[in-house]
């Protein structure tokens, strides 16, 4: 089962930000935060990931609580290309290790 | 990271015939994983193939129906048996790419069944 918790839909304005929340209380002390989001159908791309400290790269930042229990990932502006569902994944790295999907966010950026 | 190549893309398929979807991979990896997404859901991890050894399937998916093949460390193949309408569902391969940091996915195959 998944163990992450997101809110099923979320709209943001173009061109503003938008914080995607995460939860994932159960999460272990070697288990990373990952977020891929899936447009129409796609193949899930790769956004981010991190373990403690917050993240940033081109894409987006991720903002990892102190107690690693909840996440924020933020689109810092927003576009149309933007809408897609965004899953937050958390687990190992590498190997053998598999990724369980939950139902993610759906995101709509609104013109 | 790895680059994923998935064939077919798409097709459609009659109920009761079996289709085999290719992944190739343009580095070699240790474990591939196939994932299936019904109509709007979300992904569901199939199995994890290993070259060398059967694939360990998840609760829920059988060798027989689901047969995996592994021959090397950069090409798997996920056959979908005697398929029925309720197969209907994009499958995807993924990897971890050479940096083991980030699951790679392929673009998916999307079978419809009729």
């Known amino acids: 089962d998944a163990k992450t918790t997101q809110p099923t839909s979320m709209d943001c304005a173009e061109g503003r930000a938008a914080n995607l929340p995460c939860n994932h209380s159960t999460i272990s002390g070697n288990e990373y935060v990952y977020w891929y989001r899936q447009i129409h159908s796609q193949g899930p791309q790769y956004i981010i990931h991190?373990?403690?400290n917050n993240e940033t790269n081109e894409m987006a930042s991720l903002i990892i609580t102190e107690d690693r229990k909840s996440s924020t990932l933020i689109l810092p502006h927003a576009t149309l290309r933007d809408t897609a569902v965004y899953y937050c994944?958390?687990?190992?790295?590498?190997?053998?290790?598999?990724?369980?999907f939950g139902k993610g966010t759906k995101l709509t950026v609104n013109p | 990271s790895a680059v994923i190549s998935q064939k077919p893309s798409r097709d459609i398929c009659q109920r009761g015939t079996s289709l085999t979807i290719q992944c190739q991979v343009d580095s070699q990896v240790t474990m591939m994983f196939w994932y299936r997404q019904q109509p709007g859901q979300s992904l569901t991890l199939i199995a994890t193939?290993?070259?060398?050894?059967?694939?360990?399937?998840e609760s829920g998916f059988v060798i027989d129906k689901f047969p995996i093949s592994r021959p090397n460390l950069t090409f798997s193949t996920l056959t979908v048996s005697n398929m029925s309408p309720e197969d209907s569902s994009i499958y995807l391969c993924?990897?971890?790419?050479?940096?083991?940091?980030?699951?790679?996915f392929g673009a998916g195959s999307r079978l419809t069944v009729l």
């Open positions: 991190g373990l403690k």
């Open positions: 994944i958390v687990g190992g790295q590498g190997g053998s290790e598999k990724l369980v």
């Open positions: 993924s990897v971890w790419g050479s940096g083991a940091n980030v699951l790679t």
């Open positions: 193939a290993n070259q060398g050894s059967e694939a360990t399937y």
